[in-house]
């Protein structure tokens, strides 16, 4: 399946010139990545009928989007790296990542365009509405850099939006394409927006609580950025005055050592017993995504492969 | 015409919030400008019938990406000042302008998406190879910054797809929205993109030799900016070794006065007489034009007015 989607985004022609402007969205749709998003929408749509072209290309429009938002975000929130390798506006620079991050957002309203399948106006629409809302989600995460009241239902909201809505919108629009029952579009729907919940919110916990080892990250690279996390959000919601005194001065304390930061604010958070409130959230996410994956209304064999996906990007075993 | 595009402009529905989001398109529709491109797609649609909510869709839509356009730009360019007010990455900053930037890229495709005219399909795939083509003019402008030896047909065919393709999208739109013939829609496309070539031409021949109360702008800021225009492209290739040598050192000159910068360009543009060339090739693209708009099989009456708007672009008199 992944195989189908990379042949597929090689297959994308771009014109050999202007250089500057389609040499960095190859580099982009090259560096691979997950294709989580493409093979939620090609493991929707086989639930109901094989995967055709209209399947690859919208399952291509999203991860093009998905590769647009990159760019720019990268960018906006002034991260090197991307996949191992500098992000576009360090290896070129800002106005690259500007000018090719918004070809590759026409690119995939061009993708999602030549979608010929039945249901295609639904498909356009879904399309539209869900990358709006995905910059709203980027501007709430901006928003909340420079706030510390942030409550978990603001936080859940962005994420929400930034994240999980464009997961959703993948694993719907396999059932467009497929021409799948409305309830059945719904509950893909609902379904991956809960798993994307459950993911962010694993990957919070996992800064802080994960292996190393596994996790594939360095431990505490969000505490050590100050970024605005579950736990962090609800480590402020329910420290005590002194506590709260204590984390937001170590937050803004720029001389102490890295491993202390990371160990005072870990403490804080134990106190606090925010692992335990992150898994318990984790679980309810979960049991909600598969409340509604159990809605879907096809048979337990057929849809199997889509459970396993979920749980194989959760980490959980089968 | 004015007034029914800026009240549709009007009155698109943004969310409340996020703010941080929304304000920026906000200030940039309100902005006004003379909404050129609305105005030819109107006017090329009532050439065939009046005007419906099909065409006000269509035109909102281009008028929506030119604005978007021009925050990237403007931020791309280091421009401090649109319209007489502070550019949106000067009132706000760069990451407002890249992401209501981006959100306004997406307005404009759910905008045209929205439009239900026969075409409707045919409409959706001008306005994306249409918007592809305006990135590839912005790289090539930006790359053009970084050369000395750029030609004049390089030049052109820059300005052909940063400005010409957009305006020759407007009015072969409105053609389609109308469901005008085939051949009247190329004839409207290929008479607007000579007209905006004119256009674009005569903007680079008045920054030098019109008359400031007139052009409302100060004289000679290109030359300030060592902005490569088709005066200076085409006076870097027909100048004497002596003259380039000059025109170099003085477009790479800090601490020249200005006045005296203008001067002695604008003496190496007279000696070649650079303003005469540029006054032939506005020329030769205003009688093709002409050749293009006499082309479209619609009575004179019927199509006066959009000639007479071309003229007043160009500030001929009919």
Redesign the interface.
Known sequence: MLNKIEQFLDHIAF?AK?E??YEPITYSLEMGGKRIRPVLTLLAHNMYKPCDENTLVAAASIEMYHNHTLL?DD??DGAEVRRGKPAVHRHWN??TA??S???M???S??LI?SCTCRRADEA??LF?DT??EV??G???D??FEQRTDVTEAEYLEMIRLKTSVLLACAAKMGGIVANAPEADCNALYAFAEKIGLAFQLQDDYLDVYGDPAVFGKKIGGDILCGKKTFLLINALEHASAEQREELLSLLNNAVILPEEKISRVTDIYNALDIATLTQQRIAEMYDEARQHFDAIAVSDDVKRPLWTFAETLLGRKS
């Open positions: 014109p202007p500057g402007l720019h960018l906006m800002a106005n500007i000018l991050g918004d070809t957002l026409i690119e309203f061009k365009n356009r629409r539209i990358t709006i910059c709203e980027q501007q709430y901006m928003n």
